[in-house]
């Protein structure tokens, strides 16, 4: 599936809003890291790093998303397509 520069922005937004119903805190910080999907003192957090290109963000948290699970969640078939397609791409 190709995804246009300007689609990745709205992605994001969309990815962001789902990790929030799903109880998850998205952190961007700096440094070495590639990010993902933690559990920090019973709290859920996706951290990414700040200083990643947008896709490489959007698949981060598509990876973190799949992990925390989204099967009970309604997604529309493209969100739901999108998500296991970029946690692939890993």
Known sequence: MKIKEKEFEELFEELKALS??????VRFEKGDFK?????LKES???VI???????????ILS???KELGVDQVYLS???REIIDEM???S
């Open 20 to 25: 929030a119903q799903l109880g998850a805190v």
């Open 35 to 39: 990010g993902g999907y933690c559990l």
């Open 44 to 46: 859920k957090v996706i």
């Open 49 to 59: 790093n700040k200083g990643a290109a947008l896709q490489r963000k959007v698949i």
């Open 63 to 65: 990876m973190a998303l």
């Open 77 to 79: 078939p493209r969100l």
């Open 87 to 89: 946690a692939e791409t």
